[in-house]
């Protein structure tokens, strides 16, 4: 009898336990990961100016407050999302009200723009002045290069609601040639910054997702040590390469493996 009591009196003991250390647990997981999302690399260049408030409970996080447009919105929950004990993200960010330029209207088209040059290394967009008028794009400001002028010109046209480019750029190195694959990956070798690996699949994600050639692409998106690895479908080789190439060209890639399929 005596050992019978004593038995369920350490299970009972057992079980207090358990019940104590997993709240502890829990909380100390969801404070994790309010710190290392306000960490990333995203939150404290891309976000920094925005009001995010977060929540995690439980490894499900909520985000409220404000930002400054739509992508940071998609940034901050694509961030979020790939942190390590993140269950899943409530992401009810708002853009401010006297930030929100009307859908299709000129300072709309004028930020999709801004923003898909930002999410690139290989051109300048904050040097970039963007204007627009009814779909037609002019870029005015200096480029390193020709070929970043015209990197500047391909991925600004891809942007959707762009229907033609005016490239005003002067060229700062008039007798710089065009890059080929090779020049790229080696430029890209030489001025990749340290940047978490959350932050850089959420770039990633939303850089495709602003280029009208891959927006409709159905791309999983993963990321270790700055090696971008893609997979999804393709509707034909030309998608599937500039997806690649897009993602190649986002801040803290080191390199890109291109699995998707074309079907």
């Known amino acids: 009898m005596k050992k019978l ?47 995010i408030n977060m929540k995690s409970k439980d490894g499900f996080v909520t985000l409220t407050g404000t930002v400054l447009d739509a992508s940071h919105k998609t940034l901050a929950g694509e961030t979020v999302a790939c942190l390590p004990g993140v269950k899943g993200v409530d992401n009810k960010l708002e853009e401010k009200g006297e930030n929100r330029p009307a859908e299709k209207s000129d300072a709309w088209l004028i930020t999709k723009v801004k923003t898909t040059l930002l999410f690139h290394r290989n051109v300048s967009g904050l040097g970039t002045e963007v204007l627009a008028d009814n779909g037609t794009v002019t870029l005015r400001g200096e480029a390193d290069s020709v070929a970043q002028k015209d990197l500047t010109t391909e991925y600004v046209m891809d942007v959707d609601g762009v229907d033609k480019v005016n490239n005003e750029m002067t060229v700062s190195d008039p007798a710089a040639e065009k890059p080929d694959d090779k020049t790229i990956a080696k430029n890209m070798d030489t001025v990749i910054e340290a940047v978490d690996d959350a932050s850089i699949t959420a770039l990633v994600k939303t850089s495709l997702l602003y280029h009208r050639s891959t927006s409709g692409l159905s791309t999983n998106v993963k990321t270790k040590d700055g090696v971008v690895t893609l997979e999804g479908k393709a509707t034909t080789a030309a998608e ?3 997806a690649g190439k897009y993602a190649g060209d986002v801040d803290g890639v080191r390199s890109v493996n291109n699995n998707m399929t074309v079907e």
Do not use: G, W
């Open 240 to 242: 599937k390469d500039l």
């Open 5 to 51: 009591r004593y038995c369920l009196a350490v299970l009972a003991a057992v079980a207090s336990m358990v019940f104590i250390t997993a709240p502890l647990f829990a909380t100390e997981m969801d404070d994790r990961i309010e710190s290392s999302a306000k960490n990333t690399h995203v939150f404290k260049t891309f976000l920094k100016d925005d009001q």
